[in-house]
């Protein structure tokens, strides 16, 4: 079974940075593209950046020149990278495939940027 553990959210004010990471267990990890998605309250989720297998990247145009997106085969880690960090950029953030095929999400983790 796919295990997804993501990590490195928190309280942050506008315009600053956090790396979130997200370790996967269970699966061949080097042969899945990933993404990064977030849901905020009321909201459906979302894909915010997703990345090939041979690291190829491409990015929702809300995050578009803030995000990167990046990834450690041999750790079976992703990352996001978010810097300049707006309040709407407010969510629970989740890794997955993608498109997404596990059957299974993570706890995800909280990003609030607010003042």
């Known amino acids: 079974q796919v295990q997804l553990v993501e990590s490195g959210g928190g309280l942050v004010q506008p315009g600053g940075s956090l790396r979130l990471s997200c370790v996967v267990s269970g699966t061949v990890f080097r042969i899945y593209p990933m993404g990064w998605y977030r849901q905020a309250p009321g909201k459906e989720r979302e894909l915010v950046a997703h990345?090939?297998?041979?690291?190829?990247?491409s990015y929702a145009d809300s995050v578009k020149g803030r995000f990167t997106i990046s990834r450690d085969n041999a750790k079976n880690t992703v990352s996001l990278q978010m810097n300049s960090l707006k309040p709407e950029d407010t969510a629970v953030y989740y890794c997955?495939?993608?498109?997404?095929?596990?059957?299974?999400w993570g706890q995800g983790t909280q990003v609030t940027v607010s003042s």
């Open positions: 997955n495939s993608h498109p997404v095929i596990w059957g299974s």
């Open positions: 990345i090939t297998n041979t690291g190829s990247s």
